[in-house]
């Protein structure tokens, strides 16, 4: 009876005179005449082939709650006139475990036994002895196996069979699998009989490749996608989904992310980047699949954009802006009808812009601006009370000079105490000052805000016009935000229908630490005071507790290359 030897080891390859590089490959079966056993006498094809050609390729892989089982049944062809000995490598995922190893011989299908190395290294050279046909497994080194298999008959083909589990890794609510399928190209280096000029090795011939992927959650299934193949996706019910394609010549690993959550709404970001190159990224929108359409189309999305000094760096305005836009062209895309999703950009620095055309609002408060912009008839004095106090004429400028920058609401010294806290409420403007929207000439002065709207391309042309100035004040752009969904100020929310469920969403994107705001920090240092206001501060809460009683949901992406701290919102 013929069997097959599994030998599960870690170590280098039994074929010294081969190096295999990490990089994935998908399987591949290397020919060789003979190793360093005594070769029965054959005749030997001159010369061999680089890799067996792939014929077809066949994944069948079950994830359940991120413990995904693949079943890789892999077709080789042998196109040569001689009998091959051939090596076969497999390089398994990250923490996967190889349940099981077959080769199929005249119809029949081997399926490995588990032995010590050393007792199956034995056992094949007894075997390959007698001419039999045996199948030797054992990694050969980190995340790589390798199987000695004999014979491989002239004209014909050879099916392996491989099974294999792991567990998925999930980052920021999304799943990612990948089944290995680059080429056989450069892996090999020093193999006898090779040329010096191994890097110009062909790759490996693919024939097809189909798989089907079932995905069982223990959450709700979101966004399932794959950047590599062109994929069919069944979907059984909420947590359940089947995912099939079949592809040709196609050498890209096979790629599949999805989204896990419990939420009507739900985002995802995914990143890459190779050291010393650009990064990529993916960031995707996506609703609940069993919503109906009344229910899709009531969303309310409010992106918060940081325009401060620091997004001039390593390309993070140019990234941010991407991103932004799109996710805009996917929203823009999901609404059937005009106003199915309504959407508000809320560029910040230390201060937000509502626009210079404002100046006669009476939301506003000029206490301040007309201290800091004003002059005394004496020019010795600085400021009203010193003025007055020497028989001076404060001179107050014209509002109209004001280029629409709000500051944080409260008072001028201070935040407001408790139980009030303007800056982290959006209470209506009422008489006092502390409850008005405090004008600022500040420098840094980011774009102009715009609220919830369905113009696509006024939201286009306002991403396009902003450009990185000025500190970072995390707190006044959530705030505003939140602002943007309730109305206010220079902001009118559209009325929400009764009858429909909404989804009230801010999207943050920055690119680390809180640096000043209206009363703490000096613009180029961390601030914890200023970090601290969306949170704890005199009743206990702060924005982000606030804005989340009432139903908001908060996303942030660190828009960020070189590993810095991030503040404790992001």
């Given amino acids: ?125 007894e075997i390959v002895r007698r001419q039999r046909d045996p199948g030797l497994l054992e990694y050969a080194g980190k995340d790589l196996l390798q199987a000695s298999i004999f014979p491989i008959p002239p004209n014909s083909d050879k099916k392996v069979e491989l099974r294999y589990t792991q567990i998925l890794k999930a980052e920021s609510g999304t799943v990612a699998y990948r089944y290995p399928l680059g080429t056989g190209r450069n892996l090999w280096r020093g193999r006898p009989g090779a040329e010096a000029g191994v890097a110009n090795m062909p790759p490996q011939f693919f024939g097809t490749v189909s798989g089907k992927i079932e995905i069982v959650g223990r959450e709700p299934l979101r966004n399932i996608y794959s950047p590599s193949h062109a994929i069919e996706v069944n979907r059984r019910d909420d947590r359940r989904a089947v995912v099939s394609f079949e592809s040709s010549d196609n050498d890209k690993d096979v790629q599949l992310f999805y989204g896990l959550s419990e939420g009507d709404f739900s985002m995802s970001l995914l990143t890459y980047r190779e050291p010393g190159k650009d990064g990529y990224f ?79 609002a009476s939301w506003i408060d000029w206490t301040d601006w007309e201290v800091d912009q004003g002059y005394c008839s004496k020019s010795k004095y600085k400021d009203p009370v010193s003025c007055a106090a020497h028989a001076g004429l404060w001179k107050l400028p014209n509002r109209n000079s004001w280029n629409g920058c709000i500051t944080d609401r409260g008072l001028s010294a201070s935040p407001s105490p408790a139980p009030l806290n303007y800056d982290q409420i959006v209470a209506a403007p009422g008489v006092t000052p502390a409850s008005k929207f405090p004008a600022e000439q500040y420098n840094g002065c980011p774009a102009v805000m715009m609220g919830l709207s369905y113009d696509w391309a006024a939201m286009n042309t306002l991403v396009d016009q902003m450009q990185p100035n000025g500190s970072t004040n ?32 801010i999207i943050l994107m920055s690119d680390g630490l809180n640096t000043q705001d209206r009363w703490y920090g000096n613009g180029y240092q961390v601030s914890q005071a200023v970090d601290n206001r969306m949170y704890q501060q005199g009743n206990g809460s702060g924005t982000c507790a606030n804005a989340k009683a009432a139903g908001v949901i908060i996303y942030t992406v660190h828009v960020n290359t070189d590993g810095d701290p991030m503040s404790t919102l992001l």
Wanted: aromatic fraction near 8%; hydrophobic fraction near 40%.
């Fill in 282 to 360: 993916l960031l995707t929108l996506s609703p609940r699949d069993d919503l109906g359409d009344r229910e899709i189309a009531a969303k309310d999305i409010v992106f918060v954009l940081d325009t401060s000094g620091s997004m001039a760096d390593a390309g993070k305005m140019t990234a941010l802006k991407t991103a932004t836009k799109s996710l805009l062209a996917q929203l823009k895309a999901a609404a059937t009808n005009n106003g199915d999703v309504y959407v508000s950009i809320i560029p910040f620095a230390k201060d937000v812009n509502v626009g210079k055309s404002n100046f006669g």
């Fill in 474 to 505: 995390q707190p006044i752009g959530l705030v505003w935000a939140w602002q943007s969904l309730v109305g206010g100020g220079p902001l009118t929310a559209p009325a929400k229908d009764p009858n429909y469920i909404y989804s009230d969403v």
């Fill in 1 to 125: 009876m013929k069997k097959i030897l599994l030998s599960l080891m870690f170590g280098p390859a039994l074929f010294g005179a081969i190096a295999v590089s990490g990089a994935f490959a998908q399987g591949v079966i290397l020919p060789v005449p003979c190793d360093s056993r005594p070769c029965r006498p054959r005749p030997i094809p001159q010369p061999l082939p680089n890799v067996l050609p792939v014929k077809s390729i066949k994944l069948d892989t079950k994830i359940e709650g991120q413990v995904a089982t693949t079943h890789v049944e892999q077709v080789f062809r042998n196109d040569t006139r001689f009998t091959l000995e051939g090596t076969y490598f497999f390089p398994i995922p990250d923490g996967a475990s190889v349940v099981e190893f077959a080769i199929w011989e005249d119809g029949k299908r081997l399926v490995g036994e588990v032995r010590s190395r050393e007792e199956a290294r034995r056992i094949y050279d």
